[in-house]
Each structure stands twice: as structure tokens, then as C-alpha cells.
């Protein structure tokens, strides 16, 4: 198989695993941004501008649904890394973009990680002390949460990018696979030997 990114390997999939994995392998990361859109940039602004919501209620409520998209995140995440890594051992793809995919999913799992090993714990004292009725004062913890944020979807965006181009490559692949097997010389004997028996 060639290296170069722009060759279509004959042999990309080699397994109905393979070819499944990479079919499934773009539809993860897109759930995974799907989420943090409708969540981070969609929910959370609206949320205070709920009719009778307090920031307590507000917190509290915004706490549990961070805690549990981020449960869903570190799921998809678990489940992207494991379907690429059965691309990777049944299908001969292209390195090169298995590679750019492989290096996007670790940018985006490590600034998952960041907002929940990180922020998410400092974010969560803040709340516990607003809903107390104290005072933290003043940080820049959510700018930074939300720059996290936008660094995901970056990263996520570059992953579904690299997925679907394999899925591509895989498909053409697959394509050319089948055509070569039903222009090969044992499939152009069977015409010919059934026509000879006929005679």
C-alpha cells in the first residue's frame, strides 16, 4: 500500500469489523459536538433568562447538567478511541489521515480532560459557596471553561473531517475491491465455461 495520502489502497478494508468501525467512526465525534453546541452554547446562556430562575437555581441546575455531559463525553470519547482502533487493526487505511485523525482525538480527549480534572472541580467550589450564600469573588474560571470549550469544538470539528475522508477512501476502496474481483479472470471463465457446456 502507497503512503500517499491522495492513493486509494485496493485492500483498505480488510474485515466486515473494519468496514463497519470506519462507517460508524465520523458519526461519534459528531454526536460528541452535537452535544457540546446544544449545552454549552445554547442551554447554559438561556438558562438565566428563565422566568423566576436564581443564580443558585440556576448553578445548581447548570451543575448537573455539566456533570453529566461530561460523563457523555468521556463515553463518546472512550467509544471514538476504540472504533478507531479497530480501523486501524482491521482496515489498511491511510496513515497519513489515521495519523491527522489520531492526533485530533488526542487534542480534544486532552482539553476534556483539563475541563474536567481542572476547571470542572474549581467551577463546582465556586458554586457551592455561591449557594451558601457566599461570596468567591471575582475569576476568570468560566472565560476560561468556555475557551476550552471552543478549543474542543475546533478539535472536533478537525476529527470528523479526517473521519469522514476515511470513510471515503474506505468506501472507494471497497468500491474498486468489488470491481476488480468481478472483472478477474475466474469471474470471466464461469460465462465462458457455461457457454462451451451449452455448445
Sequence with gaps: MTNSPDAVSVEVVR?????????VLPW???LWLGMILAISFV???LKFQAPGITIPLGLGIGRLVFTALNIVEIALALATVVTLLIARRTSAVHESRAGGL???????V????LKVVWVRP???ARSDVIVAGGDPGPSLLHSAYVVLECLQVAALIVVIVFAVRLLLDA???HALTARDTNSSPTADAAPRDREETTR
Design 15 to 23: 474485515s466486515h469489523a473494519g468496514l463497519r468501525a470506519v462507517a
Design 110 to 113: 486532552g482539553v476534556l480532560l
Design 28 to 30: 461519534l465525534p459528531t
Design 102 to 108: 489520531t492526533w485530533s482525538l488526542v487534542a480534544t
Design 171 to 173: 468506501a472507494r476502496a
Design 43 to 45: 442551554e447554559a446562556p
Design 122 to 124: 474549581l467551577l463546582n
